[in-house]
């Protein structure tokens, strides 16, 4: 008699719980016992205490101020660095090297040369020479360009960021040597993430460095925009992959009924961490650290099976670097465990999704952060005016800034009970807000610095920021203490674009300050001129009520509700005017991003209805029809209404999609108001069946087995 409960799914779930902790091997010391993280940290990163140590004193020197000043490196200088790293890479296994570029995919990308070469008699030697360390050439016609070049234009070159160590990434049978790396086309064109985001760290750095002249800071030569990317993912059993192809090729469940309990009792957020999962995150940890990222905090999240991992403050390209180490390291680390990462931004309806709060905040050559309160009132006006300045930035382009967190994905999250509404507003805090109400009053008007933020009882802040400023978990931009946290990031996207998109609106709005600075001759007047003129983006309230969207309407700040939307805020007058005035973007460039994000958005939401199709047709009818043959009066009746409304809700899908228009932005908009509609209109009546039919015959991991049963 065949047994009803051995079916895939069945045998996926009893893999999943059976999967015991799985061990690893730890870096250790010379006695064998688990190693300090401090002693291992960075081992495989080329970083600058092993260029000290390889380089020539002179050689060391003029590579730091290349760092320094931004300059491309000299001949000289690379063939010492690139002699010094291949001979420490060779010692370390390594036995290839590739340029490590981000393109517009939102993913990495690597092409590896041996380091093999030939003497002049014919012998096998190891080469890298400085001008294969510079520049490399991958094929550039299969890399988004949103229509900047031709299929056929096929030369692009990527050229090594200095500012980015190299580093070493493990192969299953050898090493590679990693060169972070830009990438552009033949004519010069950015084709990537990397080039945009260091340009905006340019755009940072001299207007902020003018500021702080203005207000009299001595010794500042550098400002540079530091980031702190928090990542959030959910992991669930692999074995459940090979019976969801949603979520190994979309990345989220297009059809599950809920479970009947989700994150209902907020029990798993900050819970103890399961024993599986924290063999999972101890190795994760142990990679990064390996590779110089300086994974900080991890924790259970309040939705079952999501848990996150946050670093240290870095220097905006590095980080942007380390996140997608991170969430490489993530999938890799997790295949090893039997687990399954999901970086989507909502794998699972009816719970939390998923984002990416990018800290951001700025800190000059002598490692002081602009934005933190400080000891004494010069040190506060500099708080004051840099806090003034980003208000100013973020005010005048909140549509640059919510276009930056666009994508199919993150609709699902903005505007839902765990992320961000898709207006874009800042967040200060009663305390804050009432010294940027008084000094916008103009009270401090004509007095001596000293005086003034004496008056305001702002002599001092590090209480306000640490104290008596609370979170507000609904705002998108929010003051966190010392740092703004842009929270509507989604979990899944490389944070160079949001983070290029932020630091281009704030030297926008330090240039600003800059020029009212000269026009007033007063600091705290063209301050105060800053903090009134951006009122209407402040909003310390709740984001998610319906009044605070009737308000903002009403402030003439911009609620660009989906993708599409958004995106085009992105090519207005204003938004082009930003980008290349400040020399981050030509007007090709900003467009072309447009273009690949439109498209991106297009082929996403098409994949989505095509696995939904292809699953009801698949393994949801042919379910229902089996469970037909042995249902009783009552459920065959309830059975057969839901089959009959699920096959015209299926129909009705089909039949929109034989008709989809052409025209990537007229297609966008289309797909944003009448097909998913339809497809999730076909959704509900697919999990409708769900909850109907037996469980012995339901082909597909449900969400209380994805969610809860995952193994110890």
Same mark, same amino acid.
């Given at each position: 008699?065949?047994? *009803?409960?051995?079916? *895939?799914?069945? =045998?996926?779930?009893?893999?999943?719980?059976?999967?015991?902790?799985? &061990?690893?091997?730890? /870096?250790?010391?010379?006695?064998?016992?688990?190693?300090?993280?401090?002693?291992?940290?960075?081992? %495989?990163?080329?970083?600058?205490?092993?260029m000290r140590e390889r380089l020539p004193p002179e050689i060391f020197r003029r590579w730091v101020a290349i760092v320094e000043q931004g300059a491309r490196p000299e001949r000289s200088v690379a063939d010492a660095i690139a002699h010094a790293v291949k001979e420490w890479a060779v010692e370390q296994g390594a036995t290839h090297f590739c340029h490590w570029f981000h393109p517009m995919t939102g993913l990495t990308a690597e092409k590896h040369d041996s380091f093999?070469?030939?003497?002049?008699?014919?012998?096998?030697?190891?080469?890298?020479?400085?001008?294969?360390?510079?520049?490399?050439?991958?094929?550039?016609?299969?890399?988004?360009?949103?229509?900047?070049?031709?299929?056929? #234009?096929?030369?692009?070159?990527?050229?090594?960021? *200095?500012?980015? /160590?190299?580093?070493?990434?493990?192969?299953?049978?050898?090493?590679?040597?990693?060169?972070?790396?830009?990438?552009? $086309?033949?004519? $010069?064109?950015?084709?990537?993430?990397?080039? *945009?985001?260091?340009?905006?760290?340019?755009?940072?750095?001299? =207007?902020?460095? %003018?500021?702080?002249?203005?207000?009299?800071?001595?010794?500042?030569?550098?400002v540079t925009p530091t980031v702190g990317p928090e990542q959030e993912y959910f992991l669930v059993d692999r074995g459940y992959l090979a019976l969801r192809p949603d979520l190994a090729i979309a990345g989220r469940s297009v059809l599950g009924a809920r479970a009947p309990k989700g994150q209902s009792l907020e029990d798993h957020y900050f819970g103890s961490i399961p024993a599986r999962v924290l063999s999972f995150m101890e190795e994760v940890e142990t990679e990064l650290y390996l590779l110089g990222v300086s994974a900080k905090t991890r924790h259970n999240e309040v939705a079952p099976s999501q848990f996150e991992l946050a670093p240290i403050f870095a220097e905006a390209n590095l980080a942007a670097d380390h996140n997608q180490l991170v969430m490489s390291t993530l999938r890799t680390v997790a295949a090893r465990h039997d687990l399954a990462v999901l970086l989507h931004e909502k794998p699972f309806a009816g719970v939390n999704?998923?984002?990416?709060?990018?800290?951001?905040?700025?800190?000059?050559?002598?490692?002081?952060?602009?934005?933190?309160?400080?000891?004494?009132?010069?040190?506060?006006?500099?708080?004051?005016?840099?806090?003034?300045?980003?208000?100013?930035?973020?005010?005048?382009?909140?549509?640059?800034?919510?276009?930056?967190?666009?994508?199919?994905?993150?609709?699902?999250?903005?505007?839902?009970?765990? !992320?961000? /509404?898709?207006?874009?507003?800042?967040f200060l805090g009663d305390t804050l807000t009432q010294i940027v109400e008084d000094v916008a009053a103009g009270k401090v008007n004509n007095k001596p610095t000293g005086q003034a933020m004496l008056e305001l009882g702002?002599?001092?802040?590090?209480?306000?920021?640490?104290?008596?400023?609370?979170?507000?978990?609904?705002?998108?931009?929010?003051? &966190?203490?010392?740092?703004?946290?842009?929270?509507?990031? $989604?979990?899944? =996207?490389?944070?160079?674009?949001?983070?290029?998109?932020?630091?281009?609106?704030?030297?926008?709005?330090? #240039?600003?300050?800059?020029?009212?600075?000269a026009e007033k001759g007063d600091i705290m007047e063209a301050v105060a001129w800053a903090f009134n003129a951006s009122r209407a983006v402040r909003f310390d309230g709740n984001n998610y009520s319906q009044e605070w969207v009737v308000e903002a309407e009403g402030r003439g700040l911009p609620h660009a509700r989906n993708t599409p939307a958004a995106l085009d805020l992105l090519i207005t007058p204003s938004a082009t005017e930003l980008f290349t005035s400040k020399k981050v973007l030509t007007e090709p460039e900003l467009h072309a991003r447009y273009e690949v994000k439109l498209d991106q958005y297009n082929k996403r939401v098409e994949i989505e209805v095509d696995l939904l199709l292809r699953l009801v047709d698949g393994s949801v009818i042919p379910a229902v029809e089996?469970?037909?043959?042995?249902?009783?009066?009552?459920?065959?009746?309830?059975?057969?209404?839901?089959?009959?409304?699920?096959?015209?809700?299926?129909?009705?899908?089909?039949?929109?999609? !034989?008709?989809?228009?052409? $025209?990537?932005?007229? %297609?966008?908009?289309?797909?944003?108001? &009448?097909?998913?509609?339809?497809?999730?209109?076909?959704?509900?009546?697919?999990?409708?069946? #769900?909850?109907?039919?037996?469980?012995?015959?339901?082909?597909?991991?449900?969400?209380?087995?994805?969610?809860?049963?995952?193994?110890?």
């Amino acid at each position: 008699m065949e047994d *009803p409960l051995a079916t *895939p799914r069945y =045998a996926a779930v009893s893999a999943a719980l059976s999967r015991g902790v799985r &061990t690893f091997t730890r /870096p250790s010391d010379a006695q064998g016992r688990p190693a300090r993280i401090s002693a291992y940290f960075g081992s %495989k990163v080329f970083g600058s205490d092993r260029m000290r140590e390889r380089l020539p004193p002179e050689i060391f020197r003029r590579w730091v101020a290349i760092v320094e000043q931004g300059a491309r490196p000299e001949r000289s200088v690379a063939d010492a660095i690139a002699h010094a790293v291949k001979e420490w890479a060779v010692e370390q296994g390594a036995t290839h090297f590739c340029h490590w570029f981000h393109p517009m995919t939102g993913l990495t990308a690597e092409k590896h040369d041996s380091f093999l070469a030939f003497d002049g008699t014919g012998r096998a030697i190891e080469k890298f020479t400085g001008s294969m360390l510079i520049q490399s050439e991958p094929d550039a016609s299969s890399f988004p360009s949103g229509g900047m070049r031709s299929t056929f #234009e096929a030369r692009g070159y990527t050229s090594w960021d *200095p500012t980015s /160590p190299m580093f070493l990434m493990d192969t299953p049978n050898g090493r590679t040597l990693c060169i972070p790396s830009a990438f552009i $086309g033949y004519h $010069g064109q950015a084709l990537d993430e990397k080039a *945009p985001l260091l340009r905006s760290m340019d755009a940072v750095n001299h =207007a902020a460095t %003018k500021l702080l002249q203005l207000l009299g800071e001595q010794g500042v030569s550098r400002v540079t925009p530091t980031v702190g990317p928090e990542q959030e993912y959910f992991l669930v059993d692999r074995g459940y992959l090979a019976l969801r192809p949603d979520l190994a090729i979309a990345g989220r469940s297009v059809l599950g009924a809920r479970a009947p309990k989700g994150q209902s009792l907020e029990d798993h957020y900050f819970g103890s961490i399961p024993a599986r999962v924290l063999s999972f995150m101890e190795e994760v940890e142990t990679e990064l650290y390996l590779l110089g990222v300086s994974a900080k905090t991890r924790h259970n999240e309040v939705a079952p099976s999501q848990f996150e991992l946050a670093p240290i403050f870095a220097e905006a390209n590095l980080a942007a670097d380390h996140n997608q180490l991170v969430m490489s390291t993530l999938r890799t680390v997790a295949a090893r465990h039997d687990l399954a990462v999901l970086l989507h931004e909502k794998p699972f309806a009816g719970v939390n999704g998923s984002g990416k709060h990018l800290n951001w905040s700025m800190a000059d050559n002598r490692g002081v952060n602009l934005l933190e309160p400080g000891h004494d009132p010069h040190q506060n006006l500099v708080f004051l005016a840099s806090i003034a300045a980003v208000m100013l930035g973020v005010h005048r382009h909140a549509g640059v800034l919510r276009a930056a967190i666009a994508s199919y994905g993150n609709d699902f999250r903005l505007g839902a009970n765990e !992320a961000p /509404p898709a207006i874009i507003s800042v967040f200060l805090g009663d305390t804050l807000t009432q010294i940027v109400e008084d000094v916008a009053a103009g009270k401090v008007n004509n007095k001596p610095t000293g005086q003034a933020m004496l008056e305001l009882g702002i002599s001092r802040l590090p209480t306000i920021a640490q104290d008596n400023t609370d979170r507000n978990r609904t705002s998108p931009f929010a003051f &966190t203490g010392n740092k703004f946290e842009f929270r509507a990031v $989604g979990a899944s =996207a490389s944070i160079s674009w949001p983070a290029t998109c932020l630091n281009t609106a704030v030297a926008d709005g330090i #240039e600003l300050l800059c020029q009212k600075i000269a026009e007033k001759g007063d600091i705290m007047e063209a301050v105060a001129w800053a903090f009134n003129a951006s009122r209407a983006v402040r909003f310390d309230g709740n984001n998610y009520s319906q009044e605070w969207v009737v308000e903002a309407e009403g402030r003439g700040l911009p609620h660009a509700r989906n993708t599409p939307a958004a995106l085009d805020l992105l090519i207005t007058p204003s938004a082009t005017e930003l980008f290349t005035s400040k020399k981050v973007l030509t007007e090709p460039e900003l467009h072309a991003r447009y273009e690949v994000k439109l498209d991106q958005y297009n082929k996403r939401v098409e994949i989505e209805v095509d696995l939904l199709l292809r699953l009801v047709d698949g393994s949801v009818i042919p379910a229902v029809e089996r469970d037909l043959a042995n249902a009783g009066v009552w459920r065959r009746a309830k059975l057969e209404a839901a089959l009959g409304s699920l096959i015209g809700k299926r129909e009705a899908l089909a039949e929109l999609v !034989a008709d989809a228009p052409a $025209g990537e932005h007229t %297609k966008a908009a289309w797909l944003s108001s &009448t097909l998913i509609p339809a497809f999730f209109a076909l959704r509900d009546a697919a999990d409708a069946v #769900e909850e109907l039919a037996a469980d012995n015959i339901w082909p597909l991991p449900k969400y209380y087995e994805l969610l809860f049963l995952n193994g110890n």
